[in-house]
């Protein structure tokens, strides 16, 4: 209650009562602790709320505002919601906005707003007028949810499924690729050992080879990357994976930027997971490539052996071993602002414009390289370019031997049954396994092979197949083929390395398993090979 009390008094001045006037205010305290809780709720919220008047003045801004926009509350006050204007909306999304809140409707829809410093956030905003009781729009009330983070996951999982998305259409178009490039490469080997020596057409033929064969290179970078199976540590030779990969960004970066490299092939190896390894290096270069878009400039790659002891705090708990490896990459782009400098490794943070960059690609970068024992660091300044040093731990795994074989054709004269499903990779295999010294017989599919076999299976010494063909694959023809003949030398071959695998070729008993497109020397090789095999299991169970 509300109560009034007054003293009453006689003639004399005597008090002789008290008047009281008692008034029931439990409607009025409910609706001031309502408001009390109301205020509290909006000051305390994680939602931005800010109220205008009907002229847009702002009248009032919660904590949030302040926190989030960096602008206090005395900043805004007077202010129009301009002052969080980032001109990322066209006139014609305000006009929209504007044509629902004149007419007394409630506005939905998501802003991009500027804070103080300058930088963007995301905000899922509802606009609500606020009516008087004669229909008159006194004031309006916004507020704003900062979904910044729930944007950058969306477009992590949307640059997500895109990798997988390229990943399953590079499968996809592998194989028929892969013949394709059979095709060539192998009539082009054709046509070279056909030409002279010397003389304007087969230095020709010999860049097409060359062109061929880099195309080839580009489509296993492409496979080997898009694939998302784990793969266990193992012995990398960081050099010989760089000295690829370096092909593959060439292809991507404009001709306006040089590369240069310099690459010790001697310089060792690391355990690493080489598609992580060539993550890292794509996504460094993709970086340089679009700091130098505008004006071009110079990307240098460098790797080289360094003995622990130099620099050893800057690589901290991760110098422990006795030697290690410096992979330097530096561009002559615009450079990095100090300001940025110790947030370039944060996740989601990008300095490029939005629907350029996620903020994800240094994050990777730097997760991979600790991941693998490594440590990096980075030296930038504006208009000075940027350099990125990588160390990487070294092995002590022994340095694989050189190769030692010579440039030699290997030939031979047994009878082989040559399968495939392409009819110019038939002929190209026909005149290849020929110019060799093989007697060629060829079949269309899978199950021409097996007639051709069943009719005479002791005519052929080694089969060469196909794996991906019409009503029936190359490693069910294998199976049908030891049903028939147990232990006949099968090499099996696939345009596209994911649903067949070496270990699952030889699961279904070939000898040897080719990934095309192969020159004819390879082919030779797993041949001779196939066929020796066959010769020590034979005199080893007449010995037995």
Avoid at 204 to 218: H, P, T
Avoid at 343 to 355: A, E, H, M, R, S
Wanted: glycine share 8%; proline share 3%; aromatic share 6%.
């Amino acid at each position: 209650v509300d109560t009034n009390k007054v003293p009453l008094h006689d003639l004399d001045g005597k008090v002789i009562g008290i008047l009281g006037t008692y008034e029931d205010i439990t409607g009025q305290k409910l609706v001031e602790e309502e408001r009390a809780l109301l205020s509290a709720a909006i000051k305390q919220a994680a939602e931005l709320v800010i109220i205008t008047d009907s002229d847009e003045k702002i009248e009032y801004v919660n904590p949030a505002f302040e926190k989030v926009t960096g602008f206090s509350a005395d900043q805004a006050k007077g202010e129009t919601p301009r002052i969080i204007g980032s001109g990322k909306q066209s006139e014609k999304f305000y006009k929209k906005m504007w044509d629902k809140l004149l007419n007394s409707e409630v506005w939905s829809g998501r802003l991009v707003n500027k804070k103080k410093d300058g930088s963007f956030y995301d905000a899922e905003t509802t606009i609500s007028p606020i009516v008087d009781s004669s229909g008159k729009v006194g004031n309006y009330i916004c507020v704003q949810r900062d979904v910044t983070r729930e944007t950058q996951l969306e477009l992590q999982s949307r640059q997500s499924q895109k990798m997988e998305a390229i990943g399953v259409m590079a499968g996809g178009i592998a194989h028929d690729f892969n013949n394709i490039l059979s095709a060539i490469i192998g009539y082009t080997e054709l046509a070279i050992s056909d030409s002279k020596e010397e003389g304007v057409s087969c230095e020709n033929l010999v860049e097409v080879m060359s062109a061929a064969s880099r195309a080839k290179d580009i489509v296993r970078q492409i496979l080997t990357f898009s694939r998302r199976d784990e793969r266990e540590m193992s012995p990398v030779d960081l050099a010989h994976l760089i000295t690829q990969t370096i092909k593959l960004v060439r292809a991507s970066l404009p001709s306006t930027i040089e590369i240069h490299h310099s690459i010790d092939p001697d310089s060792g190896k690391m355990l690493a997971d080489p598609t992580l390894i060539q993550q890292v290096l794509l996504n460094l270069c993709a970086n340089a490539g679009h700091a130098m878009r505008e004006k071009g400039g110079k990307l240098e790659i460098k790797l080289s052996a360094q003995e622990t002891g130099v620099e050893q705090a800057f690589a901290g708990e991760n110098a422990t071993q006795k030697g290690r490896l410096k992979l330097t990459i530096a561009d002559t782009g615009y450079g990095i602002e100090k300001k940025v400098m110790d947030k370039i490794f944060d996740p989601f943070f990008t300095t490029k414009p939005v629907g350029e960059g996620t903020g994800l690609g240094l994050a990777t970068v730097h997760g991979i390289v600790t991941g693998h024992g490594g440590a990096i660091s980075v030296y930038s300044a504006p208009d000075e370019g940027t350099t990125f040093t990588i160390y990487f731990p070294q092995t002590t795994v022994e340095k694989e031997r050189r190769s030692t074989e010579s440039k030699f054709m290997p030939r031979g004269d047994e009878s082989i049954l040559f399968v495939d499903d392409e009819a110019q990779l038939l002929n190209m295999g026909r005149q290849t396994l020929e110019r060799l010294g093989y007697e060629i017989t060829t079949a269309a599919n899978g199950q021409d092979a097996l007639d051709i076999f069943k009719a005479r299976p002791d005519k052929f010494d080694l089969v060469i197949t196909d794996q991906t063909m019409p009503g029936m694959t190359g490693a069910v023809l294998i199976g049908r083929l030891h049903e028939i003949r147990p232990g006949l030398p099968v090499i099996l071959c696939t345009g596209f390395g994911k649903s067949m695998t070496a270990e699952k070729a030889k699961a279904a008993g070939a000898r040897e398993y080719i990934l095309k497109p192969v020159l004819s020397r390879d082919l030779g090789l797993a041949i001779r090979r196939a066929l020796e095999r066959r010769k020590l299991l034979r005199r080893a169970s007449d010995k037995n």
